[in-house]
């Protein structure tokens, strides 16, 4: 089956419709083929503007958020990127058409595993994947230009900040388990970190030392 007229139709109705003007994102968004990334027996609903399960109680975002978020960044091309929560890889595969070099850090090694198949699959040879607790970050990467969180955390962990390179942008949903408030945080001079509230949100706990513990989820 050929997606390339829903996946040219989701980038028209739900994404560049509703405000999103960078043409980066807009171009990385029409070239993921965001099926794969979904499960066989979804893939009619790949293109669709909502999320999905992919398992271990976790979902893919809908296609908005993912160019919401991307465009958060305000990339230019070629940076150095941290992605937290790197799930079906989706959103690390639209961010590898973008930046030089993508890391991702995600908390459950099933998912890892099958996230790196699939970018392999599609050529994304830049993106790097870590099995780990992805409150952290990836200290032995840092600085990063930009770094992307696609779970909630009930406040923003410090080793985001300390990894954030000097004019680097952090998007990251903050708030409650059930409702949060999208946020923009830009390393503006050492030591100055300036916030932006961006949308309200809803994603998955950020689990980790640093964001939710996994008795509370």
Same mark, same amino acid.
């Given at each position: @089956?050929? +997606?390339?007229?829903?996946?040219? #139709?989701?980038?028209?109705? *739900?994404?560049?419709?509703?405000?999103?003007?960078?043409?980066?994102?807009?171009?990385?968004?029409?070239?993921?083929?965001? *099926?794969?990334?979904?499960?066989? =027996?979804? #893939?009619?609903?790949? /293109?669709?503007? +909502?999320?999905? $399960?992919?398992g271990?109680?976790?979902? %893919?975002?809908q296609? /908005? @958020?993912?160019?919401?978020?991307?465009?958060?960044l305000?990339?230019?091309?070629?940076?150095?990127?941290?992605?937290i929560?790197?799930g079906s890889?989706?959103?690390?595969?639209?961010?590898? #058409? %973008?930046? !030089?070099?993508?890391?991702?850090?995600?908390?459950?090694?099933?998912l890892?595993?099958?996230?790196?198949?699939?970018?392999?699959?599609?050529?994304?040879?830049?993106?790097? %994947?870590?099995?780990?607790?992805?409150?952290?970050?990836?200290?032995e990467?840092? $600085? +990063?230009? !930009?770094?992307?969180?696609?779970?909630?955390?009930?406040?923003?962990?410090? &080793? /985001?900040? *300390?990894?954030? =390179?000097?004019?680097?942008?952090?998007?990251?949903?903050?708030? &409650?388990?059930?409702?949060?408030?999208?946020?923009?945080v830009? *390393?503006?001079?050492?030591?100055? +970190?300036?916030?932006?509230?961006?949308?309200?949100?809803?994603?998955? $706990?950020? %689990?980790?030392?640093?964001?939710?513990?996994?008795?509370? /989820?």
């Open positions: @089956m050929d +997606f390339t007229i829903s996946r040219r #139709r989701m980038v028209e109705q *739900h994404i560049k419709a509703r405000g999103v003007r960078d043409p980066l994102v807009l171009d990385a968004m029409s070239q993921v083929p965001r *099926h794969l990334f979904v499960e066989e =027996a979804l #893939r009619d609903q790949a /293109y669709s503007d +909502f999320p999905l $399960p992919i271990h109680r976790q979902t %893919i975002s296609p /908005y @958020m993912v160019a919401v978020m991307t465009e958060a305000r990339l230019k091309g070629g940076e150095k990127v941290l992605e929560g790197t890889g989706y959103q690390a595969a639209v961010l590898s #058409r %973008i930046a !030089g070099r993508v890391y991702t850090v995600e908390r459950i090694a099933e890892a595993r099958r996230a790196r198949r699939i970018l392999d699959q599609i050529g994304a040879i830049n993106v790097n %994947i870590k099995v780990t607790d992805g409150t952290f970050g990836w200290e990467e840092q $600085p +990063f230009d !930009g770094i992307l969180v696609t779970a909630g955390a009930p406040s923003i962990p410090p &080793s /985001y900040l *300390h990894q954030l =390179a000097p004019g680097g942008r952090l998007v990251i949903p903050v708030g &409650s388990l059930g409702s949060q408030t999208l946020m923009r830009t *390393h503006s001079a050492p030591g100055r +970190f300036d916030e932006e509230r961006l949308l309200d949100c809803r994603f998955v $706990p950020l %689990i980790g030392r640093n964001g939710w513990q996994s008795e509370e /989820y």
